[in-house]
């Protein structure tokens, strides 16, 4: 069961967003292989505890808006070996989002 | 900078895709495990944060030789126990074990 | 009576060992590290009172009873009802729920459906994320810095390892499970299979068919069971 969050939703599906470039130490919930690009929100998963502070003992509360996000693989990997056509979807909470510029795709 | 076991896109070598029977002490481990989590005192988030803090020579071991070095981290954070008496407790099972007729 | 004691007495034995449920139980080296420092953890976490052994047995009995023949189950159920495959797709917890099936705790499950033009296939990056509750404990592959490597950078190649070959036009889909959400691949039901019981339908789903690394497959000598 979700917990409530603090703050409405700031995505909606079918928006296209970008995962901010930053490397943080510690937990982190978000691969580095898919900072900074650019995709598609697919669905909204809910709001969940964040990981990055349940590791270390807090409750992660207010609850993160969660989003699955639809990337193009020839948009991730230099050369990907495949048809355009191919994506990759993974979870990206809220805070790792920010909207995608309109020059940036 | 990427951290070691954040691996999407590294290079690597052949899958190894044949099944393996998984031992039982992982599975027991597995078990010791989900019952402290059950508890409330650890959650899999700590777990995940400890294996990932190991050096790379501990995270390059088996899957849950891997968990092992991290739950015993994350043990004696908590101060349940310290890596001193595990060992000790080891050893002295060991003994007991080498002593069977 | 401490539980160390209770065992010994109850079973007759000297060691300090848990009784496993499988065979594979007696042909290990007892006294190599990690089975001593899970033997060694286990006894003191009861001792100090914070995990019982009686949770430890029962979660062990959980692994054992979990499988992939879940997945089975609702795959062929998908394939036979296609309204419950639409409510499925849908919300997987709640159609799940239909099934009666015990210990199976859907919450964050999403099943991903391959078509003529998609192909979905699983991974976690980060870690190895897997949805246990309807396949049971994940394979070494899946955990395997190969495939976790691998899978989202050049899934076509690390499909055909697999000995799965897909033509250019269909998208394969990727999902990196790395957060909350688990997933389940509902593979495309093979022809030739009309007619055939839900039995004998979830008996040609396999784990590696659920995680997106094969496509369920008829054997040549396969016929339909009543």
């Given at each position: 069961m979700s917990p409530a969050a603090a703050s409405p939703r700031r995505f909606t599906p079918g928006d296209r967003v970008t995962v901010v470039y930053t490397h943080p130490p510690g937990h982190r919930r978000i691969p580095y292989y898919i900072r900074g690009k650019s995709g598609l929100v697919e669905r909204y998963c809910g709001a969940f505890p964040n990981p990055e502070e349940l590791a270390y003992g807090?409750?992660?509360?207010?609850a993160r808006h969660l989003y699955r996000v639809r990337f193009q693989q020839t948009d991730i990997w230099p050369?990907?070996?495949?048809?355009?056509h191919d994506t990759l979807d993974l979870e990206v909470y809220e805070h790792w989002l920010r909207p995608a510029e309109e020059d940036a795709s | 900078m990427r951290r070691y076991h954040d691996m999407g896109g590294q290079p690597a070598g052949p899958i190894d895709t044949a099944d393996h029977t998984m031992e039982p002490w992982a599975k027991t481990l597995t078990a010791i495990v989900g019952a402290l989590r059950a508890q409330g005192l650890s959650r899999v988030d700590e777990l995940r944060r400890h294996i990932e803090d190991l050096a790379p020579q501990d995270y390059d071991r088996p899957y849950f030789e891997r968990w092992a070095e991290a739950f015993c981290d994350l043990l004696a954070e908590k101060g349940f126990t310290s890596r001193a008496e595990i060992e000790a407790r080891m050893a002295a099972i060991k003994t007991e074990i080498e002593a069977r007729p | 009576m401490n539980d160390k004691a209770a065992h010994q007495h109850a079973e007759g034995h000297t060691h300090a060992i848990l009784r496993w449920s499988?065979?594979?139980?007696?042909?290990?080296?007892?006294?190599a590290r990690y089975p001593l420092m899970t033997e060694a953890i286990r006894q003191i976490l009861v001792e100090k009172g914070l995990i019982s052994a009686e949770a430890v047995r029962r979660l062990l009995e959980q692994m054992d009873a979990r499988s992939d023949v879940t997945g089975g189950t609702i795959v062929a159920r998908a394939w036979v009802d296609p309204a419950f495959k639409e409510r499925l797709l849908a919300n997987a917890k709640e159609a799940i729920a239909?099934?009666?099936?015990?210990?199976?705790?859907?919450?964050h499950l999403i099943v991903v459906e391959n078509i003529e033009t998609v192909h979905n296939v699983v991974v976690c990056t980060l870690c190895s994320c897997y949805p246990r509750t309807v396949l049971g404990m994940p394979p070494v592959w899946y955990k395997s810095k190969a495939y976790r490597s691998r899978v989202v950078r050049e899934p076509r190649a690390v499909l055909k390892a697999f000995g799965t070959d897909l033509a250019d036009t269909a998208t394969v889909r990727v999902h990196d499970?790395?957060?909350?959400m688990r997933y389940l691949v509902l593979p495309m039901r093979p022809p030739?299979?009309?007619?055939?019981s839900e039995d004998a339908l979830a008996h040609l789903v396999t784990r590696d068919c659920m995680v997106g690394v094969t496509v369920p497959r008829v054997p040549a000598q396969a016929h339909a069971v009543e």
């Open positions: 807090f409750d992660g509360l207010p050369a990907y070996n495949g048809p355009v | - | 499988d065979a594979s139980a007696h042909d290990i080296d007892e006294t239909e099934l009666g099936l015990p210990e199976v705790d859907a919450t499970s790395n957060a909350d030739g299979t009309e007619g055939w």
